[in-house]
């Protein structure tokens, strides 16, 4: 019979007893862990803007165009190794923004300003994963068609938006890679130079050329 083990304190007395911990029939997996996904492309926001006022916007959507072809098309990369997107693994999602009655009866949609573009941008997520990486299981959801709707009116975009991808039945959201800035003068380490820098730079060069073409005045012999 196993003895019970009991601990005594001067100023408490016997402390209770406290039971062995039990085995757990609970494996871990210890294969588990989770890898970067970056996603390189075309990016596109939809955003809602009103006529006659570009500063104030309020996005609906972004993402990274979902093509195939051309000098944009998007690139994959799984821990810095790029693999090849399939464009058969894709969860078709359609989406319609609802514009607010409030919004209507106040303001006026400008469609020509509400898909905003950018080329060469950047979009990543942490994935986990069991064990090691298998493409097989990666799947891309993409907003398709997407359409803003003022009252009876209906705008759509007909390209497919990049949103997030799917990976093992887990949805995970893309979201644009920034830069860190570290201070206001350093942004991921490049250095932003000052007024007074840039000032003296443009009157070196200035002064440089205005030495390199000048023209001689040699004297008459």
């Known amino acids: 019979m196993e003895k019970e083990l009991r601990l005594r304190d001067p100023g408490i007395g016997n402390l ?8 757990s029939d609970e494996i871990i997996d210890q294969d588990k862990k989770t890898i970067l996904l970056q996603v390189y492309g075309e990016s596109v926001d939809l955003a809602l803007v009103e006529t006659d006022r570009e500063v104030w916007r309020e996005t609906l959507c972004r993402g990274l165009v979902f093509n195939n072809y051309g000098s944009y098309s998007i690139s994959v990369e799984v821990d810095g190794k790029r693999i090849h997107p399939s464009f058969n693994n894709v969860n078709r999602i359609p989406k319609e923004f609802i514009t607010s009655k409030e919004w209507i009866s106040t303001k006026k949609l400008d469609w020509n300003k509400c898909i905003n573009r950018c080329l060469n941008c950047k979009f990543s997520c942490d994935i986990e994963v069991d064990g ?3 493409e097989k299981l990666l799947r891309y959801n993409v907003v398709y068609p997407a359409s803003i709707r003022v009252g009876k009116k209906a705008y759509r975009y007909n390209r ?3 949103t997030g ?24 380490g490049f250095e932003i130079p000052k007024y007074e820098r840039l000032f003296c730079v443009t009157a070196l060069v200035a002064t440089a050329q205005e030495v ?4 001689l005045h040699t004297k008459s012999p």
């Open 165 to 188: 991808v799917n990976y093992n039945g887990k949805d995970y959201k893309l979201l644009p890679l920034l830069r860190p800035v570290v201070d206001e003068w350093t942004l991921d």
């Open 212 to 215: 390199e073409f000048t023209p």
């Open 160 to 162: 497919p938006i990049l």
């Open 16 to 23: 209770p007893i406290i039971p062995p911990l039990e085995e």
């Open 132 to 134: 090691e990486f298998n």
